[in-house]
């Protein structure tokens, strides 16, 4: 069955430095999503993008996140300063019609020192 | 805005006994529910998608039942086994809206 890769599994980076964290959904899904878990707390909502556009995005996604599908296949987060709160899990999703499930990746967990 | 809630928040049974997980949302203009399943420190592996006009879903011993009216859903695990534990998490797509939005959890142990 198809699935949702994340890389790297963990990312351990230094305060102020950027990370960019990558994923390959499903190849005919057209929506795409990034969501992070904070330990012990609910997963949330950060970005969703569509036809190469951020179609939504929530409070927590401010000038420092981006993201980016550069090839057509890879889907980008990128966080350019990074800061100890973006400690989490972040994890990708994807989905192709609309009456269908959310497919997750397993995650990258990204540890800010 | 759309609020989740899942009680309880842990839940521990022996072997065999059937599971019964809750979940409640506040505004019952959605478009599906989602369960999923996620083991610890791992992603998350979708259970069961309930489409706001159906009334429930199977899958295997797997049960989900929708009440959309009263803002409810129902994960109904047949038979639980230790392998079943987990933490169970409902998520709710609103209409017109792409993305979901979680509850918090209910962690589930099935003792042997």
């Known amino acids: 069955e198809p699935e949702v890769t994340q890389t790297p599994s963990h990312q351990v980076t230094q305060m102020g430095q950027e990370v960019i964290l990558r994923c390959v959904p499903i190849?005919?899904?057209?929506?795409f999503y990034w969501y992070r878990q904070i330990l012990g707390q609910k997963v949330e909502f950060l970005v969703s993008?569509?036809?190469?556009?951020?179609?939504?995005k929530s409070e927590i996604f401010d000038d420092q996140f981006s993201v980016e599908r550069p090839d057509g296949s890879n889907f980008t987060l990128k966080i350019r300063s990074t800061k100890l709160e973006d400690s989490a899990m972040y994890f990708c999703?994807?989905?192709?019609?609309?009456?269908?499930?959310?497919?997750f990746g397993d995650g990258t967990r990204l540890s800010i020192l | 805005k759309q609020e989740v809630t899942q009680i309880p928040a842990a839940l521990s049974v022996p072997e065999g006994e059937n599971l019964v997980l809750n979940c409640s949302f506040t505004?019952?203009?959605?478009?599906?529910l989602q369960w999923f399943r996620q083991d610890p420190g791992k992603g998350l592996t979708s259970l069961l998608l309930?489409?706001?006009?159906?009334r429930e879903q199977t899958s295997g011993r797997l049960n989900a039942s929708l009440d959309k009216s009263s803002g409810r859903s129902t994960l109904y695990i047949a038979a639980s086994q230790p392998g079943d534990s987990a933490t169970y998490l409902c998520?709710?797509?609103?209409?017109?809206?792409?993305?979901?939005?979680f509850g918090a959890g209910t962690t589930v142990t099935v003792r042997a």
């Open positions: 999703a994807s989905l192709g019609q609309h009456n269908q499930p959310q497919h």
């Open positions: 190849s005919n899904h057209l929506y």
């Open positions: 993008f569509y036809n190469n556009e951020i179609s939504e």
């Open positions: 505004d019952s203009a959605i478009y599906n």
């Open positions: 309930i489409q706001s006009s159906q």
């Open positions: 998520a709710v797509r609103p209409t017109g809206d792409y993305k979901l939005s």
